[in-house]
């Protein structure tokens, strides 16, 4: 059974309104670092979410506004569930429903073998960060500025705690407390059963990443994708990695203490442990991999555009790229094993099950491939591919012109947009697609082609950085 939210009456807010929004805490405004972008995630059907996995049948969202299950052993689709917005969270799985969150402004629970809606909950603004649950409690953020606590039998509020911003962050839950970050530069860790503060910690940065954390053995016990529920963990000595938008990562103690910290060249967007090492990935189109004990750099390894998420599956670290790569590498040392490349970026990490991984891309295709990187066959759910559409006032263009080409001064309002082209593609068959960019100022038209290039005036340059990144 499917749901159809069209013509449901409630308050939104537009997204660009929440995205485009001043900081605030504690009364005080926030001085900003970088200019704040209004950003429309995808109105085509591109695939962000990581997929989930139960019992034979993958779960997943897209930005048409769908919740699939589809059959991973064939592709075939089950059913598909449709609310009011794109599916940017992650979906979770507990107690035989699927949770998962939209930028319509709902936490939705369905039965996972028929896609009948139980219970949603409403929130009244959008979601990016991706449900968790532990001890049967669903945590979630909310670019309302809320840290949500709700019961995941039945969709209750239990208590919800107020940042500064936005939270885009995916909460990490041991210890008997919830740490994520906020929009406002802080790392929060709040009491998970009451939603009272613990303390927080004050970076320079907008952080929309997710904590990754370990034990005292180094050890992962948290990252990114904890798609199941859990009972809660508990770390004797356990560290924090949190990445910010002032490009440092911080490597936090359980008690909100620093023990180090490392700049990479832009910002950090997420992090993930293995074996006495840190990898991080970061808009500066590098993967790092760091020495846990104290941050000192192991090697780096670079692609033709940002990554945003990063994991390792069973010895092999895994970087979805905004270049269209899926890259496959060796975590001791950089180096590169294989890379399969779809028709655009691919954000999200996969998911391994056996020999197979499954991810999304842009291109609006679920991918199913080898650990080898062979293709076994891919889902396309027939949107077209336009996923990242940003928009802004003069001034907040201006000030991301001035971050990149310092020179510049834009006479009047301009606009970005990705656009899309066919091109052809290795394992990502026919239906492949290339970003480009262009804007104007003056009377100049300025195009950007291509993951690692701009063109002025005819002469391409080399390792453009994307101003307009969230």
Known sequence: MAYDSRGLEYEQRPLEDILGQASEHDGQKQEEPNARMDIEFGRGGSIVTIPLFVDGVLYFGDCLKFLYAVDAATGVERWRFQVGDALVGSPNFYNGRIYFDSCDGFVYAVDARTGAQV?????????????????????????????????????????????????????????????????????????AKTGRLVWRYLTNGWIYSSPAIADENEKSVWTLGQHYAKTMTYVKDGTIIMGSYDDYVYALTLNGSLRWKFKTGDAVSQACFDDGRIFLASIDTHIYALDSHNGSLLWKFKSGDRFETIITREGVLYGPSHDGHLYALEPSSGRLNWKF????????????????????????????????????????????????????????????????????????????????????SEGGGPSAYKSEVGYKSGGTTYQMSGPAGYRMGGEKKKDWRDPFAR
């Open 119 to 191: 219970w949603r909950f409403h929130a009244g603004d959008s979601f990016f960060s991706s449900p968790v649950i532990v001890d049967g409690m669903l945590y979630v953020g909310c670019c309302n500025k809320y840290m949500y606590a709700l019961d995941a039998e039945t969709g209750k509020e239990i208590w919800k705690y107020r940042t500064g911003d936005i939270v885009l962050s995916t909460p990490a839950v041991v210890n008997d407390m919830v740490i994520f970050g906020s929009y406002d530069k802080y790392v929060y860790a709040l009491d």
């Open 341 to 424: 490349r779809t028709g655009s970026f691919v954000y999200s990490v996969p998911t391994k099950v056996g020999n197979t991984l499954y991810f999304g891309s842009g291109d609006c295709n679920l991918y199913a491939i080898t650990t080898d990187g062979t293709l076994l066959w891919k889902f396309n759910i027939g949107g077209a591919p336009v996923v990242l559409k940003y928009k802004s006032n003069y001034d907040r263009i201006r000030n991301a012109l001035k971050r990149l080409f310092r020179w510049w001064k834009p006479e009047k309002p301009v606009s970005h947009a990705y656009d899309t082209k066919p091109v052809a």
